[in-house]
């Protein structure tokens, strides 16, 4: 009798194990109703510049904060790299040949929104949608101070400022990073570069590298180099632009238009209080300075 007893005990561990492990859970990046459902909104972002500095500081970790504040349910950070970070919120793994993003395979969902300054680039496009612009930028080309070119004199025509900034780089060694909006093949560096490297490092880390003549020269955007000109005064130089203005903005699944949309509702209201502005003068200081347009000033 104990013996049966033993026996049917198992039994019913062995099934609540199995239900315990069946249960399906959040895998997928959740649109509104799943996030509320789970009671927390899971932030993607990578360490870079001042948008996130760690879990708890930066300019996209605070926007994020107060947008699951505004949802009410938790907030959570889940730290990406450059190589999984749309896989991690599409579930799909990817590689890009041109101007075409093919999928490879499947991974883990693992956040509902990436906020990290993602630049808008065509190729991003094709895996995710973009908020509303949420900050501008531009890619620059930096050196160090001791490097022999002077900043270009603007000619009023960013493609006139463009074509003399590749002139300097005519004949050099230049550093970018792949997979990033710091990849030369997007500005046709490499048809006036004699070398063109892509960093293996995080991207906070290139200017360090510059200065310490890594390269010649790389290209940098524009909060991360705002970011080392303060970091690393009387360092480095800006010699001038190998972009268009650009817009960073937010990254949502595309099978997610609610949480898209309550995102950008959220952002318009707090633009229209000047919290945002408040933001951006915390972590950005000096970018008002050059894009006066973009904040209304």
């Given amino acids: 009798m104990a013996g049966k007893k033993m026996r049917n005990m198992l039994r019913v561990l062995v099934v609540l194990c199995l239900a315990l492990f069946l249960v399906p859970g959040r895998a997928a990046a959740g649109d509104l109703a799943d996030v509320r459902k789970a009671g927390v909104l899971r932030h993607i972002g990578i360490p870079y510049a001042n948008f996130i500095i760690d879990e708890n500081t930066g300019l996209d970790v605070e926007i994020m904060r107060l947008f699951a504040r505004h949802l009410g349910v938790e907030y959570r950070f889940v730290e990406?790299?450059?190589?999984?970070?749309?896989?991690?919120?599409?579930?799909?793994?990817?590689?890009?040949?041109?101007?075409?993003?093919?999928?490879?395979?499947?991974t883990e969902v693992k956040g509902d929104i990436i906020a990290t300054g993602l630049t808008e680039l065509d190729w991003r496009k094709q895996l995710v949608n973009y908020s509303a612009p949420t900050f501008p930028t531009q890619v620059w080309c930096i050196a160090g101070s001791y490097f022999p070119a002077r900043p270009i004199r603007s000619a009023g025509a960013i493609e006139e400022d463009i074509k003399a900034v590749k002139e300097i780089l005519r004949g050099r060694r230049v550093m970018g990073k792949e997979g990033t909006c710091l990849a030369p093949g997007l500005y046709g560096i490499e048809n006036v570069a004699k070398e063109i490297f892509s960093f293996p490092g995080s991207l906070n880390d290139i200017a360090p590298a510059i200065i310490k003549?890594?390269?010649?020269?790389?290209?940098?955007?524009?909060?991360?180099?705002?970011?080392?000109?303060?970091?690393?005064?009387g360092k480095l130089k800006v010699l001038g632009p190998v972009s268009e203005q650009q817009q960073m903005g937010a990254g949502f699944a595309k099978d997610a238009p609610e949480l898209l949309r309550a995102f950008n509702e959220f952002y318009a209201g707090l633009r229209a209080s000047g919290e945002y502005d408040q933001l951006v003068q915390k972590y950005y200081p000096s970018v008002f300075r050059f894009y006066p347009e973009f904040f209304g000033q």
Avoid: I, N, R, Y
């Fill in 213 to 233: 003549g890594e390269a010649d020269m790389a290209l940098l955007d524009v909060p991360d180099t705002l970011v080392a000109l303060e970091k690393w005064p």
């Fill in 80 to 106: 990406s790299d450059w190589s999984s970070l749309f896989g991690d919120l599409t579930g799909k793994v990817t590689k890009v040949v041109g101007d075409e993003v093919q999928v490879v395979g499947s």
